[in-house]
Structure formats: structure tokens, C-alpha cells
């Protein structure tokens, strides 16, 4: 398949809705991002990786460090993870408080703000240092070595991180959280500064398109954990729209509220889209588009 072709064709096709929706507001940092910025990435299983538009530029990657954060914590952990984390959408906005106590202090998704913050707590146990493993992981898979936080996002999301930090210690009174809860939103809060380009991401994420195997060709996940992520991501990887999004593009995708989004196709190739402007559930706009015209203009879905 011609994917520089292809995403020249989709670029063009979206440019009418580059621009549209609102980048989000809940830190300056995020809030001041040109919001008609726009790139995309495809990586195939070899790491060969095409791109279009903004696709070399580092962006706030945000929730997209969940998929990462639970792959670790399932590969150091194994699956007792899930005693701890459901896997059901919420239906709740992504930092809800309210579902968490009727249901015991177990979030329902790892990619809801509770559930992430359970799987940081776990890989913080297991690794001693979650964020430093996530950020040597994202470097050893996309190959690039110059992958790095941003200050003033992680700062921001501290001084503006009064829900996170409730949800935190609402789980902790249920037993739910082994670490302190200030190191661990320490922790959640670098890793939801991580800046990544869509190269960077695309190549990335080629675990879940390669069911398990790393970049270097070791295993980092069983086959079914690789599904499992996988099938998760598609439940609940883009907020409250992950029914439409599964509609709409019918692959597994994680948005993050920079702007990013990545998405799967299994066996074959990864994709890594990002423009700030978002619509009213959190995915982005264009990002959004682009990823469905990859699917109508070339059949490849899971479905
Ligand atoms: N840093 C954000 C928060 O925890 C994550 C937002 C997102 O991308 O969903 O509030």
C-alpha cells in the first residue's frame, strides 16, 4: 500500500475541519497550542514510518501515556492488575468521582483519570520509578532518544490537579493505592507531559500492532495481552465517544486531550494523528476525520 499517497489524500480531505473545535483549556499550556496544527503518521511493522503535515512536531501527548503505562504494568505485573482496574466503558466524563464510590474504589477502565492512576501506582510498585521506565520504554521503541517531559505542562497539571489528586486518595481510602499519593500523582503527572511527535507514537505503539513483540523483536506482551489492550482501547480509549469513534473509524484508538490520537490496526500497521482542536467529548476533530478516511479509503479495519 502507497501510505505516503494515501496520507497526502487524507490531509487534504480533512483541511476543511483542521481548525475546528476548541484546543483544551484546563492549562495554559494546553490552551495556547496553534489550534491549526495538524499531522499524521502511519508506522508498518517493519518501523517504517510515512507521514504528513505537522507529523515531526512534539506535542503534549496526555492520556495516549495510558495504553503505554498498562502495557508496562501487564508486562512487570501480569494480569492481577485486574483486581484492582475493570474494563468497561464508564459513561462517565474521564475524570468522574461519582461511579467510583458505588463501585468501591475500583475504577471501571485504565483510561479513565482513576484507572491510570491505579496502573501508575502499580508500575511505580513494580518499577520503583513509573515515569522514568514509561520515558525509557517510549525511547527504546520509537528510537528517539531526545523523548522528553515538559516542565511547565507537569507543573500546570499539579496546579490545576485538585480532581486527580482526590480521585487519588478517595481510591486510597479503599485500600485501592500502595504508594503515597502526592509521589504518585508526581508520577501521573510527568507521565501525562510526555511531548511525542506522531512518528514517535506511530512506532511506538507497533507492539499492539505486532501482538506483543517489541521493536527489537523481544516479547513484551502475550499475544492475548496485546488483544486485551487492544480490545480495551477500543471500549474505552476515546472518552465518552468510544461507541462513535468504533463507528466511525472501527479500529482501537486512544485519544489524549493535546490533540493526539493513535490507533491500531492489528497485524498490519500503527497510526498516530494530532490536531489540538477537540470537540466537546475531548477527541480531536481532524484527528478524528483523518482516522475514518483512513478506514472508508482502505477497508482497513477490524471489522
Ligand atoms: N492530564 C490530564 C488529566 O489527568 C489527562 C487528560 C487527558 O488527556 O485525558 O486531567
Known amino acids: 500500500m502507497d501510505y505516503q499517497h494515501l496520507l497526502e489524500r487524507i490531509a487534504a480531505d480533512v483541511a476543511p475541519l483542521i481548525g475546528s473545535g476548541?484546543?483544551?483549556?484546563?492549562?495554559?499550556?494546553?490552551?495556547?497550542?496553534?489550534?491549526?496544527?495538524?499531522?499524521?503518521?502511519?508506522?508498518?511493522?517493519?518501523?517504517?514510518?510515512?507521514?504528513?503535515?505537522?507529523?515531526?512536531?512534539?506535542?503534549?501527548?496526555?492520556?495516549?501515556?495510558?495504553?503505554?503505562?498498562?502495557?508496562?504494568?501487564?508486562?512487570?505485573?501480569?494480569?492481577?492488575?485486574?483486581?484492582?482496574?475493570?474494563?468497561?466503558?464508564?459513561?462517565?466524563?474521564?475524570?468522574?468521582?461519582?461511579?467510583?464510590?458505588?463501585?468501591?474504589?475500583?475504577?471501571?477502565?485504565?483510561?479513565?483519570?482513576?484507572?491510570?492512576?491505579?496502573?501508575?501506582?502499580r508500575l511505580q510498585t513494580l518499577t520503583g520509578d513509573a515515569s522514568s521506565e514509561l520515558l525509557d520504554f517510549l525511547r527504546q521503541e520509537s528510537g528517539n532518544p531526545d523523548i522528553g517531559f515538559d516542565a511547565e505542562v507537569a507543573a500546570?497539571?499539579?496546579?490545576?490537579?485538585?480532581?486527580?489528586?482526590?480521585?487519588?486518595?478517595?481510591?486510597?481510602?479503599?485500600?485501592?493505592?500502595?504508594?503515597?499519593?502526592?509521589?504518585?500523582?508526581?508520577?501521573?503527572?510527568?507521565?501525562?507531559?510526555?511531548?511525542?511527535?506522531?512518528?514517535?507514537?506511530?512506532?511506538?505503539?507497533?507492539?499492539l500492532a505486532r501482538h506483543g513483540l517489541r521493536s527489537d523483536g523481544s516479547r513484551l506482551l502475550t499475544r492475548s495481552e496485546a488483544k486485551q489492550i487492544n480490545a480495551v482501547m477500543m471500549t474505552c480509549g476515546t472518552y465518552d465517544a468510544a461507541g462513535e469513534f468504533a463507528y466511525r473509524v472501527g479500529l482501537p484508538g486512544k485519544s489524549g486531550v493535546g490533540g493526539g490520537i493513535i490507533a491500531v490496526v492489528p497485524g498490519r500497521c500503527t497510526l498516530a494523528v494530532w490536531s489540538p482542536g477537540l470537540d466537546a467529548q475531548g477527541n480531536s476533530v481532524a484527528g478524528a476525520a483523518a482516522l475514518d478516511r483512513f478506514t472508508t479509503l482502505t477497508g482497513l479495519s477490524v471489522f
Open 156 to 207: 500546570s497539571e499539579h496546579e490545576h490537579g485538585d480532581r486527580n489528586a482526590a480521585v487519588a486518595h478517595f481510591m486510597a481510602s479503599y485500600g485501592n493505592i500502595d504508594n503515597p499519593v502526592p509521589a504518585l500523582l508526581d508520577h501521573y503527572f510527568w507521565q501525562c507531559s510526555i511531548e511525542m511527535t506522531c512518528a514517535d507514537l506511530a512506532l511506538a505503539a507497533r507492539f
Open 22 to 121: 476548541t484546543p483544551a483549556e484546563y492549562i495554559p499550556a494546553l490552551a495556547g497550542v496553534d489550534p491549526r496544527r495538524f499531522g499524521m503518521a502511519i508506522a508498518d511493522l517493519e518501523g517504517n514510518v510515512f507521514g504528513t503535515g505537522d507529523w515531526r512536531v512534539p506535542f503534549s501527548t496526555q492520556s495516549i501515556t495510558k495504553v503505554f503505562a498498562l502495557a508496562l504494568a501487564l508486562a512487570e505485573g501480569g494480569d492481577s492488575l485486574w483486581e484492582r482496574v475493570g474494563r468497561e466503558p464508564s459513561g462517565n466524563p474521564f475524570n468522574s468521582l461519582v461511579q467510583l464510590e458505588y463501585e468501591n474504589g475500583i475504577p471501571r477502565n485504565p483510561f479513565i483519570n482513576a484507572g491510570a492512576l491505579v496502573v501508575t501506582d
